[in-house]
């Protein structure tokens, strides 16, 4: 059995597709399409259902999945003790991210870890909390950004806490004060993010024992806040997001009771990564370490 046919299906069944994978690879798409049949035959079982409306795992490739892409982590694993024991530092790091790190910390984490080790290759995966934690488990990440707690599957490290902030209309009523209350806010018309996103949300409700009332769903946080520019109702988010977003006709006061979201990098087992991933998770935490708390300004906006 060849390693290769291993890998086109777990980025068969990453990408979704034999066209991308193809070109992921370098390889044609009949290449890719006679690897699949190849491992298919060689395991005697049909692996994935290929159809007019894309392409799914069956029960049986659903079950060798996550011990194909163990197989493949420890073959790059020999491959960077190999290239250690030439005194090489190399490598592949898959990492999952969302949004506000991504823009916030990635860019500056990156370019401090190519600076140190030009020839390991850092590779993204973007999504939302929920994703981001499947994709650890199944193998399709390394290591990822996560919003603790995470399943009891993986291992955690806490990194940062993360201020939640009421986002109201620049001219709202409740601008005045210092402090948002839960009760002040229950009846105003809520932007909710969608689900996967909303954990952090929907736990300082729950906790509360209230629910607000959700006027509108949405995924992608600049739309959130335009939504709450035009008047179409309020919402809280981290203050990390608010970052690069804060504007004029926006209104930002902490919630009260100093309710935060804890975004730590979460892993299958910390043990046994890669020497690469191990390296990516200390330059995370040597930057974390330097980050400047509260860097949104909000004090300027109070009253």
């Not at 994978?21 to 390889?27: D, E, H, K, M």
């Not at 806010?185 to 607000?212: K, L, R, S, Y």
């Not at 006061?253 to 200390?282: E, Y």
């Amino acid at each position: 059995m060849h390693l290769h046919k291993y890998q086109i299906f777990s980025t068969v069944v990453k990408l979704g597709s034999l066209t991308k994978t193809a070109q992921s690879l370098n390889l044609t798409q009949s290449a890719v399409s006679h690897a699949i049949s190849g491992l298919e035959n060689e395991l005697g079982l049909k692996v994935l259902i290929r159809n007019r409306s894309g392409i799914r795992l069956t029960d049986s490739g659903e079950r060798i999945l996550k011990k194909i892409n163990e197989l493949l982590q420890i073959n790059d694993h020999l491959l960077i003790e190999v290239d250690a024991i030439k005194g090489l530092e190399t490598g592949t790091v898959t990492l999952g991210t969302f949004s506000s790190v991504s823009i916030q910390w990635l860019p500056q984490i990156m370019q401090q870890f190519q600076e140190q080790y030009p020839h390991i290759d850092i590779q993204l995966l973007d999504g939302n909390y929920d994703e981001i934690e499947n994709w650890i488990v199944e193998g399709h990440a390394d290591l990822g950004f996560v919003n603790l707690p995470v399943s009891s599957t993986l291992q955690s490290i806490s990194l940062y806490q993360d201020q939640m902030l009421c986002v109201l209309p620049a001219h709202h009523p409740l601008h005045q004060y210092d402090y948002i209350e839960l009760e002040q806010i229950v009846d105003e018309p809520f932007v909710m993010p969608v689900a996967g996103c909303d954990t952090d949300v929907q736990m300082i409700w729950n906790q509360a024992h209230m629910t607000p009332t959700i006027k509108y769903r949405l995924e992608d946080d600049h739309a959130i806040i335009a939504m709450v520019k035009h008047g179409l109702g309020i919402s809280m988010l981290p203050e990390m997001i608010l970052h690069s977003m804060y504007t004029e006709d926006l209104c930002l006061r902490p919630l009260a009771g100093a309710h935060h979201r804890t975004i730590g990098i979460a892993a299958t087992s910390f043990k046994t990564m890669s020497p690469a991933a191990q390296k990516f998770i200390d330059c995370i935490q040597s930057f974390v370490d330097q980050y400047p708390i509260a860097d949104v300004a909000i004090s300027n906006q109070l009253p």
